[in-house]
């Protein structure tokens, strides 16, 4: 039986765990159970303070909070305890719970983040880093209205990923097909064994693309999450994504953003960002020619550079700043966009 969600945290179980990777760390893992009863796995590396900055790590489709490792043992080296890393796996990914396929839609996503923001009792200054379909979460939350959205993000990062149009650009363009209603009707309606191939031989192409790209480890990573993901959460977003659409949101948001996109990205190619780019005031793109889609670990040291800086952490502004933030991504074309 579903229950209305309760800011008091009556709805969600808090469950902790085990410190991760190190002890020195300070994570607690926890289990938030959201309004419509779905347990998300969330990693909680808290600070002393009450009111340190936050960050928040939206990860992508097909993929999990794994796929931050790289920038969470940056930014705990760098900065300690005195900043708080929150990540957590989206329904239907990682150690999080399985979800009816109507729920798998960005909108959805958005008020999973509300909850558990809400749950964790966020209240420092707040940054929202998304990579992929994470990025498309985070603007969906800056597109609920002011009285969902329980935190006002004071900062924004952006990582390979798009305001919209997703079935227009790259090898996202199979969105466009009707393959993509077919596929999720006959996921959401037959046993899995009798739809295994059929998605498997339509969800190819993405896997081929992504290896043809580069030979390294990170495109492996993102090749493999796609053929070994679950069929209920590889098809259950395709509807969603191919309708997904923020733009109307993007002049109005106010939060410091950060836009980090890559030349040989297939699934979200640098145009969309140069989009969001000249959309958002005030934000930098920084592309990268030879990164592709898992710019978490192409590019991974800008990016958590992006992250810091986007959370204030250098304490500079204007121009400095910037120009610091190009630095630290040396060897990289960075384009910044005012």
Known sequence: MTAAFDSTLAHNAFEAVRPAWTPGDHCVERTVTTSDGVALAVRDYGSDRADAPTVVLLHGLCLSQESWEPQVC????????????????????????????????????????????????????????GHSMGGMTALAYFARPASHRPVEPQGLVLVGTAAGGVAERGVSRLLATPATVAVFGLVDRMPRRATENVVSAWLRPVGAALSRCAGNAAVALAADAVRTASLTTATGFLPSLKSYNAYGVLASIAAKTIIVSGGTDVLTPASHSRDMAAAIPDAIHLHHPAAGHMLLQDASDCVGNAIARAMDMFGRSGRAARAGLSRSCAGHLAVIVS
């Open 74 to 129: 940056q930014m705990r080296r760098r900065w300690g305890n005195r900043i708080r890393i929150i990540s957590y796996d989206h329904r239907g990914h990682g150690r999080s719970a399985d979800a009816p396929m109507s729920t798998y839609r960005i909108e959805q996503l958005a008020a999973d983040l509300s909850e558990v923001l809400t749950a964790l009792r966020v209240t420092g200054p707040l940054t929202l880093a």
